[in-house]
């Protein structure tokens, strides 16, 4: 266990939706290292309510990496320095004394800003309502072993549906795509014997949802880099060819 | 107002009360459904799952979250497991084992024909879940695998990775989400339930605060279902999610909902040593990991060589020692309490010496490096992302942290509270477990009331309401109890004190922990009833709320929950001074066996403690609802 001494934080500081946002520096002296990123901010915003100033607000829930809630742009990378790593589990022995540390909200306009570092992500919301579920309405479910599926396939579904709906690739994205996260539901599901009667109308719904809120895919890759639960791009591809299928193979062809 | 206490379980042999209850109940038709309108507060498994599956059958539905959406709610962070008694694994499981695994696990504190119910059920839950695409985990031949648990000699678990609260319930989220693109479901984020109105004697609605604007609105609905969750963060320093709180379940319990063995907390074995005194939170590790990881401290407290240093004759595997059968998944509070006594006498590890050890060495040996990476690799990532040690290399240290709580709205076998119209769900209500919860029982309940009973059971309640006019939101009532909650929270806005919210609730955490924690004991739970109160005055008068109220303001949001929590903080400590023995969860020091195990005192507390709200936080008054076991037996809990 050390401390670490004299960091200066640049915190983005915004009132509403449409106010003017600034940078705001404030110095921490020390800190331990066994700290959370988050504590920090717990510290700081604390010593500004005994200041009499208004804290920081930011989103936060779970702070174990799964709840998806936290967010922040810390020194430019989505959910800071540490791969695989949501901004809960960054923990200050990732940055050294002396360090200037820039702290900024996600920046999408998919994602409004509401104030200082929390955005609005309900459009990640709106995807899933337009066809990321398999219609199961509760009882009459055929017993759960009947439908055996290989371990390969039941891996690769988990794989995609550890998907956190953070929207780290969405911020990190230079379009402001929404594709690794539309993907990963789109793989999770499409790749389950369970998901197959709405493969397709499932693909074309979602996309099509995602378009009306986010920008394109160019294959730039800094979703899969960002990802705290490191989801492959992989995804996308199956994504695409559900999508492209979707709108040649008509409902009724597939039936035969 | 006066409190009866009717379970209202139905009639038959334990095994049949629950198909005689469906065949018996009343119903709504399909076309009247519509002219009803159900609030669901709260959306993590019990309430998306309740919110989705009353959308399906026709009602009106609105659920509120404070969440940004209903996807974060804390069940998400369940790691372990779900159980069900399958018996896919022909072990020799069945309903009436899972039945009474709870039953005893619980510590004969729970209602026999509710756990029984849950059992039977728990089946219809796995089929559910895999039908809407959860990715539980299998084995090679394609068919879906299971692991044991503490508190069981079969292996009935279910689990995706280490992630199964996750897939569950964004499984239910999904199915809600279906419901809310359908229209079936009117979604509010961000909006937080401040008070519950009751009109003539029945819940009319709610009043919500929306966190984004500080506005405050009525909601009026036929049946208000809570499904908000526990109160463990009334510890501070818990496995809860930050903003998991009591606000819903204690407002709802001071508009005459009777509250249950609120001294029913859970302290979980496998969290993560405190590192510091500015922790925010405290991280659970699997309980799962038990089941490869074995337990030990060094017999020498003055131990200084390194985990790996030391020989196997100078560990004290000390589990497998004192409960030879069920050796390092002994359940939680048993594990919880030896491992608090280990450290109380000085052996504890790490550098606080908070800890005791949780050794992969053996298993790694036994079974290779890439099995445990298959079976808990994002636990060990976690836990070396938190503490910069990785569990391949050095044993895990970790420490029990409050986790669940047992105790929660009275509700009788219908799920109702004492206020008729308001139904509560999942760890909000007191149900299922009784004194303790096993693992991967809390998926499974959360699931069960939300699926498979709430549909049912809600219905009586509202074919007697059919073509009966209800309070809309113009009732004076609803005026007032909106302007008690607007002046509430403009209220904390004007204390103008020094000290922050997250202030007082750390100290408040503190005062619960040390008298009300692990090891309860009359003096110290006197001390705590009459600390409570002062802290709480002090709250009153030097609490500091900066920023403004009609704005999201996280700071005031804070106020409200810790205000709430002062109040049911008493009523635990209270609870559980009252509650003269020692059973699951609440361990009081007086009543202990010569070798330190709980003793029970089944003559005198073979009740549910369901406690009626006064006025005065202070002096709440005792309603008993005797426990009247018919299949099970009354044994002392041993696991040895």
Same mark, same amino acid.
């Given at each position: 266990m050390s401390t670490l001494t004299n960091l200066t934080l640049k915190i983005w500081r915004q009132d509403g939706p449409d106010a003017q946002g600034r940078f705001e520096t404030h110095q921490i002296p020390e800190i331990s290292d066994e700290a959370s990123f988050l504590e920090l901010l717990d510290i700081l915003n604390e010593r500004l309510i005994e200041e009499g100033k208004e804290a920081i607000v930011f989103d936060h829930d779970c702070?174990?990496?799964?709840?998806?809630t936290c967010s922040l742009m810390i020194d430019g990378c989505a959910h800071g320095p540490?791969?695989?790593?949501?901004t809960c589990q960054v923990?200050?022995?990732?940055f050294n004394s002396g360090d200037e540390i820039v702290v900024e909200p996600w920046r999408a306009a998919a994602f409004p800003i509401i104030k200082d570092l929390m955005v609005d992500r309900s459009a990640f919301d709106r995807i899933i309502e337009a066809?990321?579920?398999?219609t199961a309405p509760t009882g009459?479910?055929?017993?759960?072993?009947l439908i055996p599926i290989p371990k390969p396939v039941s891996d690769a579904a988990m794989d995609a549906a550890?998907?956190?709906?953070?929207g780290a690739c969405v911020a990190a994205c230079p379009n402001g795509a929404a594709s690794l996260f539309t993907s990963a539901k789109i793989a999770h599901l499409n790749l389950l014997p369970q998901g197959q009667a709405e493969r397709y109308k499932r693909a074309e719904a979602m996309v099509e949802k995602m378009d009306e809120y986010f920008g394109s895919c160019t294959n730039h890759g800094e979703c899969q880099a960002a990802c705290p639960k490191e989801i492959s791009i992989d995804n996308i591809a199956t994504m695409n060819v559900d999508y492209l299928k979707s709108k040649f193979k008509n409902r009724k062809a597939l039936a035969r | 107002m006066s409190i009866t206490l009717d379970s209202k379980i139905p009639e038959g042999p334990l095994a049949d009360k629950w198909q005689n209850y469906i065949a018996n109940q009343k119903l709504v038709n399909p076309a009247n459904k519509r002219k009803f309108k159900i609030i669901v507060i709260g959306t993590g498994l019990a309430g998306a799952s309740a919110a989705a599956t009353f959308g399906e059958l026709g009602y009106q539905v609105e659920a509120f979250t404070?969440?940004?959406?209903?996807?974060?709610?804390?069940?998400?962070?369940?790691q372990g497991g779900i159980n069900a008694a399958k018996n896919y694994q022909g072990d020799g499981d069945s309903v009436h084992r899972l039945f009474y695994d709870t039953v005893k696990g619980g510590d004969f504190r729970a209602r026999e024909a509710n756990v029984h119910r849950l059992a039977e059920v728990s089946v219809d839950i796995i089929d559910q879940m895999v039908a809407q695409g959860v990715p539980f985990a299998r084995e090679y031949g394609g068919l879906l695998d299971n692991r044991s648990f503490g508190g069981?000699?079969?292996?009935?678990t279910f689990y995706a990775r280490g992630q199964t609260g996750q897939q569950l319930l964004i499984g239910a989220y999904q199915q809600l989400a279906r419901q809310i693109g359908l229209g079936n479901v009117k979604l509010w984020n961000r909006m937080e339930m401040v008070d519950v109105v009751t009109i003539d004697g029945r819940c009319a609605g709610i009043v919500t605060r929306?966190?984004?604007?500080g506005e405050f609105s009525s909601h009026s609905a036929h049946a208000v279902v809570l499904?908000?969750?526990?109160?463990?963060n009334v510890f501070y320093l818990?496995?809860?999610?930050?903003?998991?709180?009591v606000t819903g379940a204690w407002r709802a319990h001071r508009r005459g909902a009777a509250f249950a063995n609120p001294c029913y907390t859970q302290i979980h074995p496998t969290c993560i040593p405190?590192?510091?005194?500015?922790?925010?939170k405290l991280t659970l590790m699997s309980e799962s990991l038990r089941n490869d990881g074995r337990i030990w401290v060094p017999k020498n407290p003055d131990e200084t060589r390194s985990a790996d240093q030391i020989p196997e004759e100078d560990r004290d595997y000390y589990l497998e020692r004192i409960y030879?059968?069920?050796?390092?998944?002994?359940?939680r509070d048993v594990s919880s309490r030896a491992a608090k006594r280990m450290v109380d006498a000085g052996q504890g590890v790490g550098p606080l010496k908070n800890g005791v050890y949780l050794d992969f060495a053996d298993a790694i040996g036994r079974l290779g490096k890439d099995v445990i990476e298959e079976r808990y690799g994002n636990l060990f990532e976690m836990y070396e992302r938190i503490t910069g040690e990785s569990p391949y290399v050095v044993p895990m240290r970790i420490y029990p942290a409050?986790?669940?709580?047992?105790?929660g709205l009275w509700v009788d076998y219908e799920l109702q509270?004492?206020?008729?119209?308001l139904f509560c769900a999942g760890?909000?209500?007191?149900?299922?477990?009784?004194a303790n919860r096993l693992g991967a029982s809390a998926l499974m309940q959360g699931l069960s009331d939300g699926y498979f009973v709430l549909p049912y059971t809600i219905a009586p309640y509202l074919a007697d309401l059919l073509n009966k006019p209800i309070p809309d939101t113009s009732h004076p009532e609803f005026a007032k109890i909106q302007q008690e909650a607007t002046d509430r929270f403009k209220q904390y806005m004007a204390i103008?004190?020094?000290?922050?919210p997250d202030h007082f609730h750390r100290e408040l955490g503190r005062i619960i922990w040390d008298y009300c924690g692990m090891d309860r004991n009359a003096n110290g739970l006197e001390k705590a009833l009459s600390e409570i109160p002062a802290l709480h005055e002090e709250f009153k008068k030097d609490l500091k709320v900066t920023g403004s109220?009609?704005?999201?303001?996280q700071t005031l949001e804070k106020a409200g929950r810790v205000d709430d929590f002062f109040e049911l903080g008493l009523l635990m400590c209270k609870d559980a001074l009252n509650r003269e023995e020692s059973c699951g969860g609440h361990f009081r020091?007086?009543?202990?066996? +010569? &070798?330190g195990e709980a003793l029970r005192?089944? +003559? &005198?507390?073979a009740y549910v403690s369901a406690w009626e709200w006064t006025g005065d936080p202070s002096n709440p008054v005792e309603h008993k609802e005797p426990l009247e076991y018919e299949v099970v037996k009354f044994a002392t809990r041993s696991y040895k």
């Amino acid at each position: 266990m050390s401390t670490l001494t004299n960091l200066t934080l640049k915190i983005w500081r915004q009132d509403g939706p449409d106010a003017q946002g600034r940078f705001e520096t404030h110095q921490i002296p020390e800190i331990s290292d066994e700290a959370s990123f988050l504590e920090l901010l717990d510290i700081l915003n604390e010593r500004l309510i005994e200041e009499g100033k208004e804290a920081i607000v930011f989103d936060h829930d779970c702070r174990e990496g799964i709840c998806g809630t936290c967010s922040l742009m810390i020194d430019g990378c989505a959910h800071g320095p540490q791969k695989g790593t949501a901004t809960c589990q960054v923990h200050m022995r990732v940055f050294n004394s002396g360090d200037e540390i820039v702290v900024e909200p996600w920046r999408a306009a998919a994602f409004p800003i509401i104030k200082d570092l929390m955005v609005d992500r309900s459009a990640f919301d709106r995807i899933i309502e337009a066809g990321g579920y398999i219609t199961a309405p509760t009882g009459g479910a055929p017993d759960a072993n009947l439908i055996p599926i290989p371990k390969p396939v039941s891996d690769a579904a988990m794989d995609a549906a550890a998907c956190i709906g953070c929207g780290a690739c969405v911020a990190a994205c230079p379009n402001g795509a929404a594709s690794l996260f539309t993907s990963a539901k789109i793989a999770h599901l499409n790749l389950l014997p369970q998901g197959q009667a709405e493969r397709y109308k499932r693909a074309e719904a979602m996309v099509e949802k995602m378009d009306e809120y986010f920008g394109s895919c160019t294959n730039h890759g800094e979703c899969q880099a960002a990802c705290p639960k490191e989801i492959s791009i992989d995804n996308i591809a199956t994504m695409n060819v559900d999508y492209l299928k979707s709108k040649f193979k008509n409902r009724k062809a597939l039936a035969r | 107002m006066s409190i009866t206490l009717d379970s209202k379980i139905p009639e038959g042999p334990l095994a049949d009360k629950w198909q005689n209850y469906i065949a018996n109940q009343k119903l709504v038709n399909p076309a009247n459904k519509r002219k009803f309108k159900i609030i669901v507060i709260g959306t993590g498994l019990a309430g998306a799952s309740a919110a989705a599956t009353f959308g399906e059958l026709g009602y009106q539905v609105e659920a509120f979250t404070f969440h940004d959406s209903p996807r974060r709610a804390h069940s998400i962070a369940a790691q372990g497991g779900i159980n069900a008694a399958k018996n896919y694994q022909g072990d020799g499981d069945s309903v009436h084992r899972l039945f009474y695994d709870t039953v005893k696990g619980g510590d004969f504190r729970a209602r026999e024909a509710n756990v029984h119910r849950l059992a039977e059920v728990s089946v219809d839950i796995i089929d559910q879940m895999v039908a809407q695409g959860v990715p539980f985990a299998r084995e090679y031949g394609g068919l879906l695998d299971n692991r044991s648990f503490g508190g069981a000699q079969v292996s009935r678990t279910f689990y995706a990775r280490g992630q199964t609260g996750q897939q569950l319930l964004i499984g239910a989220y999904q199915q809600l989400a279906r419901q809310i693109g359908l229209g079936n479901v009117k979604l509010w984020n961000r909006m937080e339930m401040v008070d519950v109105v009751t009109i003539d004697g029945r819940c009319a609605g709610i009043v919500t605060r929306d966190l984004m604007t500080g506005e405050f609105s009525s909601h009026s609905a036929h049946a208000v279902v809570l499904a908000t969750g526990g109160y463990g963060n009334v510890f501070y320093l818990s496995t809860n999610a930050m903003a998991c709180n009591v606000t819903g379940a204690w407002r709802a319990h001071r508009r005459g909902a009777a509250f249950a063995n609120p001294c029913y907390t859970q302290i979980h074995p496998t969290c993560i040593p405190q590192a510091d005194d500015f922790q925010s939170k405290l991280t659970l590790m699997s309980e799962s990991l038990r089941n490869d990881g074995r337990i030990w401290v060094p017999k020498n407290p003055d131990e200084t060589r390194s985990a790996d240093q030391i020989p196997e004759e100078d560990r004290d595997y000390y589990l497998e020692r004192i409960y030879p059968s069920f050796g390092n998944l002994a359940p939680r509070d048993v594990s919880s309490r030896a491992a608090k006594r280990m450290v109380d006498a000085g052996q504890g590890v790490g550098p606080l010496k908070n800890g005791v050890y949780l050794d992969f060495a053996d298993a790694i040996g036994r079974l290779g490096k890439d099995v445990i990476e298959e079976r808990y690799g994002n636990l060990f990532e976690m836990y070396e992302r938190i503490t910069g040690e990785s569990p391949y290399v050095v044993p895990m240290r970790i420490y029990p942290a409050s986790h669940y709580t047992m105790g929660g709205l009275w509700v009788d076998y219908e799920l109702q509270t004492t206020i008729p119209g308001l139904f509560c769900a999942g760890e909000a209500n007191f149900s299922d477990h009784g004194a303790n919860r096993l693992g991967a029982s809390a998926l499974m309940q959360g699931l069960s009331d939300g699926y498979f009973v709430l549909p049912y059971t809600i219905a009586p309640y509202l074919a007697d309401l059919l073509n009966k006019p209800i309070p809309d939101t113009s009732h004076p009532e609803f005026a007032k109890i909106q302007q008690e909650a607007t002046d509430r929270f403009k209220q904390y806005m004007a204390i103008g004190g020094t000290k922050t919210p997250d202030h007082f609730h750390r100290e408040l955490g503190r005062i619960i922990w040390d008298y009300c924690g692990m090891d309860r004991n009359a003096n110290g739970l006197e001390k705590a009833l009459s600390e409570i109160p002062a802290l709480h005055e002090e709250f009153k008068k030097d609490l500091k709320v900066t920023g403004s109220d009609t704005s999201i303001n996280q700071t005031l949001e804070k106020a409200g929950r810790v205000d709430d929590f002062f109040e049911l903080g008493l009523l635990m400590c209270k609870d559980a001074l009252n509650r003269e023995e020692s059973c699951g969860g609440h361990f009081r020091s007086e009543h202990q066996t +010569d &070798d330190g195990e709980a003793l029970r005192n089944d +003559d &005198d507390f073979a009740y549910v403690s369901a406690w009626e709200w006064t006025g005065d936080p202070s002096n709440p008054v005792e309603h008993k609802e005797p426990l009247e076991y018919e299949v099970v037996k009354f044994a002392t809990r041993s696991y040895k």
